[in-house]
C-alpha cells in the first residue's frame, strides 16, 4: 500500500495565515487537518519562506557595481557564515506536531552545484542551517532540491554526504525528475541572468539523454556510501518516455516518494484526471516499492470532473492493477508465499550437512506444484516403461516421504507392478518414514537408512526419484550425491530428475548492496551467495548480441548436470575416483544496454525431470514449466564493490563450479567492456567455427567428457564471440569494425580461506 | 644494486648430470658453484623434467580414437588426480641446499588459461604439484608459465590467487614479456595441433597493442588482490617499442626479476654484446627497483668478443648510467637524501598543533636551497625597497631562527638599514632564539613570544617573512596563520612567500596501494594524505588536451593563496570573521594516454617568495627554481579502491579544501570518461567563452572575492571544456564531435567523521 501526502504550496499557506481557523492554531496545523480529512496520511511543505530567500540573496549574491556598501553587505555575510540562524519569519514552521511525520522541502533555490566556487559554499552553509533546523523539530524527511549542473554534481554529492554526518535521523530525499529538462533551459539562479550550464550537456555524453538524470543520482548515492538515510524524490511532472529500460532503473533505487502534481495529469474523455501512458506504467510498476505519493495542486480545479479526490482515487487504481501488487495479493503465488520475505537474504540450506527439522521439511512439502510435476514425471516414466515386470523405484533422499507417497499414487495410476526403495540418512525423518510406513505404505515400500553415498541397496533399480535440488540447481550438490546413487541405477534405468541447469544474469540493486554489506564482516559477507525472493532489483543486462554481435540473451545458461552420467570414471566400488568430473566453470558475455550499476549475479535454475516434465525458477521459462511452484527463491551472487557500467556496454562474467575432497564451492568474477569503433580490422583471426568442428570430429584435444566439453566449456563462448564478431566485420549492421575496450572489472569473489559453504 | 642470477638450462643440466663434477653432489650444486665463481648471486633452473611433461600429457589429453584403453588412462589420470606426485625422475631437486635462494621455474608448458575447461582443470592440479614441491624444498620464488590467452585470463588469475593462499611463504613471479608476440601466433599446446586463441586479439582490443600483457598481468594482480607474494619477472627477450609512456606502467608494478636471454643482446661495432635501444632505456629506468637479472645463454658464445662476463659488465654499465641511480649515488641531490625512504608513507607534520622538536628543526635547516632563496628573496626585497628610513622586518614563526639569520645576512648585503621582529610560539624553540640572540644577533633582533594570530606586535612592519608551507603549499595551514599575521603588516607591506599554488597528478604504484591499505583500519588509513617519495610510482595523465581536447596537462594547478591577501573582510581586531575565505575547490580534466590503474593522487606546490625567487617541488618546474632542495617530499592522497582507466580515457577529479572554526581538510574524488565518436551534435549548446567574459564585465555572480572566483573556481573548466570541445565540434580535428561517457569513479575521501588532519 502507497501512503498519500498533501503537498502545501507557499501561496496557501500564505492564504491559510491570512485567515482565522477554529480547530488548529497554525496555518500548517490547518493544513495538516484539512488534508487528514481528505484521505492523506501527512502533508509536505516548505521550511523557508521568500523572506529567507531575500536575506541569502542580499548576503550572498551581492552586485558588482556598487563598492561601496559592498564592505558592510559582506561583513553581514560573514556574520551569517560564523553563525548561521533563522529570523522567526523566515521559516513556516516552529512546533513538534507541526513537523511531525511531514516531508518538509528545503529551499529549492539553494545552488550545491552551482558553478561559482562561493555560491556553492554560501548555498551548502544554507542546507546545514536549514537540515539542523528540520532535525531539531524532527521532521521525518527533508528533500533536497534537484541536482542541475553534472559538471558540478560532486560537489552537491559531497555537500549532501557532509550534512548526512552532521544530521542525525533525518532522512535525506533528493528530489529529480526522471529525464533533465535543465540541461535545455537556464539553471534557476535566484538573482542575475545567469546564463545556463550546458556545460554537462556538452562534456558529459549521457547529460542529453533521458539517463543522465540517474547518472545525476547515482554519482551522489554512490559517493554518500549507499547511505541509508539518502532516499529519491522522483518528479513525475514531465511526462515519462516509454523506454522501459531506462526507467526499470529505479525501481532498484531508495524511490521512497513520488512528486506527482495535478500538473501531471491529463483529462479522459470524461474529464476525469489520468496519467499519460508512460506515467501510468511507470507507477504501476513503482508500486512495488510501496512509494509515499506526493500530490500537489488538486484543489486547484484543473481537471473538470472528480474533484480533489479523483486523483488519490485514480492512484488507488493504478495500485489495483499494478502487476506486482496483484501478484502479491493473489493466493498461491509465489509472490503471496514471499511476502515479507523480498530482498530478505538467507542463508541456502545444507541438506546433505545438517539433518532438516520436521517444520522445514513441512514448509516444502506444502509446494503444490513441484509434486505434482514429480508424480506426473514418474507416471510418465512408469507408462513407458520398455521391459515387462516388476519396475523397481528407488527415492533417493525420502526425507518425510512425499516422493514415496507420489511414487506410489503414480504406480497406481500407471496400472504397471512395481516397487519402490526409500533411502533417508536423516535419523529423525527416518522415525516419520517408518510411521508412515507402517499407517499409510505397508509393503509396497522398503525403508533403507543411510547415505545414498555409501549405502548398501539390495538390488540395482530400474528408476531413480531424488529431490536434491537447490535455486542454482547442484548447489546442494545433487551431482555428488547423485554420484553415488548410481551404484544402484541399472545401466539402463532413469533418473528423475534427468538434467539440470544453471543460469546467471547481471543485477543491480542498491538494497541488496547494502543488505549483503552490513555484516559484521563484510569482506566474508559478500562472499558466499544467498536465496533471496527478489523485489527491488533491476536485471542489467539486454537480449539481442549488444553492439559487437557477440553477446547471449539477457540469462545464460552456465552448465548442465545430467543424471545418469556415463563420463565419470569408477572405481570398483562403483564411486568415482575423485569429484573433479563434477567441477565447472563458464564465461558469458552479457550487453548492458543501459547504465546501471553492478551489484551482484542473479542465479536460476532448470531442471528436466522426464520427458517434457521439469521445474524452473528462470524467469523465462518459470510459468510454462512450474507456475506458481514455491520451493525456491532464487540464488544472489554479491560483489564486494559496486561496478559502474555505461550503456551499450558488455559485462563478461567467469563463474566457476569448485571442489576438493571435502568442498564444493562457487567463485565469480566480472570484467567490463565498451564497444568502440575500431581503427584498423586485424588480420590472422579466422572464424573459430571451423576450429570447434574440427575438433568435435576427432577429439584430440577434447577431455575424456566430450558431451562436457562441448556443453559446458567457455570454448563455447570462444567461439561464438569472435565467429560473430567476424562475419560482422563482413558488413554485419551495429557491430561493423567494434572491438572491445575494457574499461573495469570487479574483485574475485570467493569463499575465504576455503571456509566451504558447501560441505561434502 | 641488481642481482644477478644465472639461467641452467635443461640441456645443461643433463650435461652436468652426464658427468663428474669432483666439487659438488648434484648436477644444480654444480652448476650454483660454476655461477657463483662467475659472479651471479644465485641460479635459475626449471624445476621439472621432460618425463613429467610426458606423463602429464598421456594422462591428460587423451586421443579422441582408441576408445578401448581410454578408460585405463583415465583411472590412472583419476588415480593422479586424487593424490598428485611426482616421480623422482620427473623433478630436478631434490635437495634443501639446491633451492636455497634459487628461483624455480614451474613447467612452462601448462595452460591455466586453455580453452579447454579440463585442460584448465588438470593444469591447475600440476601447478599446485610443482608449487607444493618447490615450497617443500624451501625455494625462494617460482616463476609461472606466461598467460597467453585472454579470453580465459580470469581463469589463470583464479588459479594463481588459489595457490597463494595454498602455499605459504613462496614468492610467485608471472613471468610475462612486455608485448604480446602469442597473439598472432599459436598458443604452445604440447600435443595435438590446437589452433592459436586468437579470440583475445578479436575480441578485447588492447590485445593487439603492446598494452596487452600490462592488462592481463593487471588482471592477475588485481584478481589476486594486489597480493605481496605475487611479483613479476619481465621477460626483455624481444626488443622493446621505444614508446615510453607504455612501458613506464611497468615500473608502477612489483617487477622484482627480468629475463634477459643472450639472443636479445645485438653485437656492436666492435663485437661486444649490447641490447637495443629501446631495452637499454627500459632497463636503465627499471634500475630503481633493483631487479633481479636473470641471464640466460650466456655460455653459448653468441657474440665474437667479451665472452660470458660480457654480459654481466654490460648490464652494471647500464644501471651506472641509469639516471635514478646517478641521482640516488650523487651527493647533495633530493634522491640521495631520500635513500630508504623511496615509497615509505609519512604522515604530514602538524607543527601549527604540535611544538616541533629541536632535533627537526635540525634536519630542515640543513636544506642548502631553501634558505639560500629566502636570503635571496629578502635581499631582492630590501634593495627595491621605495621608501627611504628604517625598514622594519617580521619573521612570522621563526623557530630556531634560520630566517632570523638570513635576513640580518640580507639586512648586511643590502646595505639598508633595518629592524627584525622575531615572532615565535613554540616555547622550547623560543629558548634557543633567546640564546641566539644573546651570542649572535645583540639589538638587531627582538624577540617576540607567542602565536601570530593573536600576538600584540609593537608596530606594523613593512616585511612580513615566513616559512609556513608545506608539500602542497596550503596543508600546513599558512593560510590561517598569515591571515593573523597581516594584522602587523603595513597596508604596502610585503610578504614573502608572496604567493603559493597547490597542484596535483593521478597516479598508479600498487606499492603504494598496498602501504596504505596495510593499516589496521583500512578506510581510515585510505582517508588522509601522506606525505612520499615517490619511487615505484607511475603518472597516468599525458599532456595536450586528450581526445575531446578538453583536458589540461599532465599535472595540474588546483589553486592559489596570495598575501598579503585583500579580500578577506575583518572585524575590528583585524581578524576575518570567518575561515570560509580559505576554502578552495577545484575540478580538473586529466587526459589518460595509456590504460593504467588509479590509485591515489599525486601533490606539489611551487612557491613565489619575492619577484622571480621562488621554491618548488613541481617536477617540471623544481630543477629551474629551486633545485637540490630537500625540505619536501610530494603528498600523496589515496583512493580506497583502485580504479582502471583504459588509454586514451579522462579522468575528472574533484578536490576540495573545506574548514569549519576548527580544522581544515581536505576531500577528493574521481570520475572516469571514455571518450566516444559523438552520434548527433547537440543544439543550444553555446561556447561558454561568451558567458565567462560577460561575468568578468559586470561581476554580478560573481563573488565579493573576483580574483578568487576568477583564478580558482571551477567555471574556468566549466567554460574552457564545452569551449575547446565547441570549436572542435566546428572541424577541429581528432577532437571532432567526441562525447565523454562515464565509465566509472572512486569514492569520495574524507577524514571520517571530520576526524581533523589540519588541528586550526
Known sequence: MPTFTSHIAPQELARLASREYPSAETPVLQAAAEAR???????????????????????????????????????????????????RDEITVTRLDEAEGAVVLISDWLELDASDDWVRHDAETALQQELAYASYLNA???????????????????????????????????????????????????????????????????????????????????????????????????????????????????????????????????????????????????????????????????????????????????????????????????????????????????????????????????????????????????????????????????????????????????????????????????????DRKRREWGDSVELLYGDMRTLVVPEKVDILVSELLGSFGDNELSPECLDGAMRFLKSDGISIPASYTAHIAPLSSSKLFNESHSAKDQRTSAETPYVVMFNAINILSGDGGGVSGACGPSIQECWEFEHPRRDAVLDERGLPFTNSHNTRSAKLAFHIPHAGVLHGLAGYFEARLYGSVGLSIHPNTMDKVSRDMLSWFPLFFPFRDPLYLPGDSELHVSIWRLTNQRQVWYEWHAEAFLPVPRSTTRPGATPHVTLIKRQSQDGTLLSPRPRSAVALSPLIDAVDMPFIVETALEGGEGSKGVELVKIGQTALHNPHGRSSWIGL
Not at 529505479?250 to 489520468?274: D, T
Request: aromatic share 10%; net charge positive.
Open 140 to 434: 521525518h524527511t527533508a528533500v533536497l532540491p534537484p541536482p542541475r549542473n553534472r559538471e558540478h554534481a560532486a560537489s552537491y554529492a559531497r555537500a549532501v554526504n557532509a550534512c548526512l554526518h552532521a544530521v542525525p535521523f533525518l532522512e535525506l530525499s533528493v528530489r529529480i525528475s526522471i529525464y533533465d529538462p535543465s540541461v535545455f533551459r537556464a539553471s534557476s539562479t535566484p538573482r542575475g541572468g545567469r546564463t545556463p550550464e550546458p556545460s554537462s550537456a556538452v562534456t558529459v555524453a549521457p547529460a542529453q539523454t533521458p539517463i543522465s538524470t540517474w547518472e545525476m543520482w547515482d554519482l551522489i548515492h554512490s559517493t554518500c556510501d549507499y547511505n541509508q538515510r539518502l532516499s529519491l524524490t522522483l518528479d513525475l511532472t514531465l511526462p515519462l518516455p516509454s523506454t522501459l529500460g531506462v526507467l526499470s532503473q529505479w525501481l532498484a533505487e531508495p524511490v521512497r516518494h513520488i512528486f506527482l502534481p495535478a500538473s501531471a495529469f491529463i483529462a479522459n474523455a470524461k474529464g476525469y484526471p489520468v496519467l499519460p501512458k508512460g506515467t501510468q506504467a511507470f507507477i504501476r510498476d513503482v508500486m512495488k516499492l510501496q512509494p509515499n505519493i506526493i500530490l500537489s495542486g488538486t484543489s486547484a480545479g484543473r481537471h473538470g470532473k472528480g474533484g480533489e479526490s479523483a486523483y488519490m482515487q485514480y492512484i488507488r487504481h493504478l495500485e489495483k492493477t499494478s502487476p506486482s501488487v496483484q501478484a502479491a495479493q493473489t493466493e498461491g503465488t509465489v509472490e503471496h508465499f514471499a511476502q515479507g520475505y523480498q530482498d530478505y537474504l538467507q542463508a541456502p540450506l545444507q541438506p546433505l550437512m545438517d539433518n532438516l527439522q520436521s517444520a522445514t521439511y513441512q514448509t516444502f512439502e506444502q509446494d503444490p506444484i513441484k509434486y505434482r510435476n514429480y508424480e506426473e514425471a514418474i507416471f510418465l516414466a512408469l507408462s513407458e516403461w520398455p521391459r515387462p515386470g516388476k519396475i523397481l523405484l528407488c527415492v533417493a533422499g525420502a526425507g518425510r516421504g512425499p516422493l514415496v507417497a507420489r511414487s506410489l499414487a503414480a504406480i497406481k495410476r500407471s496400472g504397471k507392478d512395481a516397487f519402490v526403495y526409500a533411502v533417508e540418512k536423516n535419523p529423525n525423518a527416518f522415525v516419520t518414514l517408518q
Open 37 to 87: 480529512a481528505k484521505g492523506y496520511d501527512t502533508i509536505c511543505y516548505p521550511l523557508t519562506t521568500d523572506n529567507w530567500k531575500t536575506r541569502w540573496q542580499d548576503m550572498c549574491l551581492l552586485p558588482g557595481e556598487d563598492v561601496k556598501d559592498r564592505n558592510a553587505l559582506e561583513q553581514r555575510a560573514e556574520a551569517w557564515r560564523a553563525k548561521p540562524a533563522f529570523l
